[in-house]
């Protein structure tokens, strides 16, 4: 029995200035597609991610959500097809790595481990569950952040 290959296209960009680790960016790729795996996304997708600083997820936290106010992640659903591969872009992740930072040190924990989180987070909203919507959406949705993140650690 053949086993067909099923592609997932994760490219990760740094917005100049901040700090571009290739450990960061194999961390934050493994969750997201860890995050597809889980969810079983079966077919041929790609994620685009841009990690920047405070004062850029603030101006695009403004400009899409009228909230001015810095954040640590934005997840921005797409669907098209993208012409070039075939792939279903799912859509754009920015996550603040400022922000990031800052959270990881109150919590008490790593870099990587908030930057992966916060990874899980995006994708799945990219995939369709809203802990806005209500409160039991977020109850779901907080439980299958938690089981992702313990498949990945």
């Known amino acids: 029995m053949i086993k067909k290959e099923i592609r997932r296209i994760i490219n990760i960009d ?3 200035g901040c700090e571009t680790d290739v450990k960061i ?16 996304i079966d077919y041929v997708c790609e994620v685009n991610i841009r990690i920047t600083d405070n004062s850029n997820i603030r101006n695009l936290n403004k400009n899409f959500r009228g909230k001015d106010t810095e954040t640590d992640v934005l997840s921005f659903v797409m669907g098209d097809i993208n012409p ?8 754009d992740i920015v996550i603040s790595i400022e922000k990031a930072k800052e959270q990881s040190e109150e919590l008490n924990q790593s870099l990587d481990r908030e930057l992966m989180f916060l990874a ?16 039991e959406e977020d109850l779901i949705m907080r439980q299958r952040q938690k089981e992702i993140m313990e498949m990945i650690l």
């Open 84 to 91: 070039e591969n075939g792939a279903v872009i799912l859509g």
């Open 14 to 16: 740094f917005e100049p």
């Open 25 to 40: 960016k194999a961390k934050i790729k493994k969750a997201v597609l860890i995050t597809l795996q889980a969810e079983k």
């Open 120 to 135: 899980v987070h995006a994708a799945l909203h990219l995939i369709g569950y809203d802990h806005e919507k209500s409160e």
